[in-house]
T-cell receptor
Framework: AQSVTQLDSHVSVSEGTPVLLRCNYS??????LFWYVQHPNKGLQLLLK??????LVKGINGFEAEFKKSETSFHLTKPSAHMSDAAEYFC????????????FGAGTRLAVHP | EPEVTQTPSHQVTQMGQEVILRCVPI?????FYWYRQILGQKVEFLVS????????KSEIFDDQFSVERPDGSNFTLKIRSTKLEDSAMYFC????????????????FGDGTRLSIL
């Protein structure tokens, strides 16, 4: 069975400092992994995706994530937080192939302070 | 950039009434999905739809729920007799065709419909 665990429900950083949002996954098959972001009263926007082509994945808005199979992790990072990064972030796993239903983590709420 | 659109943004309905949530997926997409997010809980998969039929559904998607693609553009979720516990944000998503190069295409989400059952 597949599952996703986001290790922090809330993360608070100062503007200009690095961001680390942690995610561990469990999958019996070769997974596709995604990070989505949800700003208040908005839908889910794709930040980046891992599809086995490269273990370090670059996304939009300066975010990147590294797939580490040995640690079953897919942590999201950004070198320097911006106020506009404040949002809820979801780590998501999907089976490759099939109809690709998404399994969501519980989400991490990122707060960015001036 | 094309996007998934959902209407209405907020729906308030009396318990026991039928409700239809509407979605217009991205035009060249062939796979369609509904998810829901109860306040304070995870986003949960409800159903996937391909080639005019349900391809997979969760245990949440019981006989009270149905989906339809009545024309070439709309994708609807109907709840036949709403219950208080159906109150949630409902998200529609769509994805491009699946193939050797497209098997990992991401799903694109709408902004959601907030359903409030009174």
């Amino acid at each position: 069975a597949q599952s996703v665990t986001q290790l922090d429900s809330h993360v608070s950083v100062s503007e200009g400092t690095p961001v680390l949002l942690r995610c561990n996954y469990s999958s019996s098959y070769s997974p596709s992994l995604f990070w989505y972001v949800q700003h208040p009263n908005k839908g889910l926007q794709l930040l980046l995706k891992y599809t086995s082509a490269a273990t370090l994945v670059k996304g939009i808005n300066g975010f990147e994530a590294e797939f580490k199979k040995s640690e079953t992790s897919f942590h999201l990072t950004k070198p320097s937080a911006h106020m506009s990064d404040a949002a809820e972030y979801f780590c998501v796993v999907s089976l490759s192939g099939g109809y690709n239903k998404l399994i969501f983590g519980a989400g991490t709420r990122l707060a960015v302070h001036p | 950039e094309p996007e998934v659109t959902q209407t209405p943004s907020h729906q308030v309905t009396q318990m026991g009434q039928e409700v239809i949530l509407r979605c217009v997926p991205i035009s060249n997409h062939l796979y369609f999905y509904w998810y829901r997010q109860i306040l304070g809980q995870k986003v949960e998969f409800l159903v996937s739809f391909y080639n005019n039929e349900i391809s997979e559904k969760s245990e949440i998607f019981d006989d009270q729920f149905s989906v339809e693609r009545p024309d070439g553009s709309n994708f609807t979720l109907k709840i036949r007799s709403t219950k208080l516990e159906d109150s949630a944000m409902y998200f529609c998503a769509s994805r491009r065709d699946r193939g050797p190069l497209n098997s990992n295409q991401p799903q694109h989400f709408g902004d959601g419909t907030r359903l409030s059952i009174l």
